[in-house]
């Protein structure tokens, strides 16, 4: 059975979008300093992390997924060797369509995060690409292949 791992973020949990827990900065920085987070990381000006809890689960040979930053995948490889990447793409138009619609930047915060939106990932990494461009039913397909390819 697959574990999905819900992220901690410092945004209001009211703000939506995926199933997080939001958290103030005071008590995201409290964790990290307890050790909570196997992986924690900035980006466009919150604080994110992935719960250390997950570490259980692999250690009974379950599967865990999370949803991460290219920014710390040469990290999260150095520790976790066997774990599988899927990167998801969006065209620079697509993704400003889609942050305009959901409301929560404004626009020179949707600047900003177009022109991260090309931001590499470290070379080596065994990194499955999927497309969110076009039809969700289609992008759901495309990754769930990749999550499996042995099945696909």
Do not use: C
């Not at 939001?22 to 987070?37: H, I, L, N, P, Y």
Request: proline share 5%.
């Amino acid at each position: 059975m697959l574990l999905r791992v819900r992220r901690v973020i410092t945004r209001p949990a009211k703000a939506g979008g995926e199933d997080f827990e939001g958290v103030s900065a005071s008590e995201f920085t409290r964790r990290v300093a307890a050790g909570a987070f196997a992986l924690h990381w900035q980006a466009h000006g919150l604080s994110y992390g992935v719960p250390r809890t997950f570490e259980a689960a692999l250690a009974q040979g379950r599967d865990v997924i999370f949803n991460g930053s290219r920014a710390i995948l040469p990290l999260a490889f150095d520790l976790y060797p066997d774990m599988s990447i899927l990167l998801v793409t969006a065209s620079p138009e697509t993704l400003a369509r889609r942050l305009a619609a959901r409301g929560r930047e404004s626009g020179d915060q949707i600047e900003t995060r177009l022109a991260r939106s090309d931001y590499s990932v470290a070379p080596g990494l065994p990194v499955r690409q999927v497309s969110n461009d076009g039809d969700l039913a289609l992008a759901v397909q495309a990754f769930l292949a990749a999550l499996q390819p042995e099945s696909a």
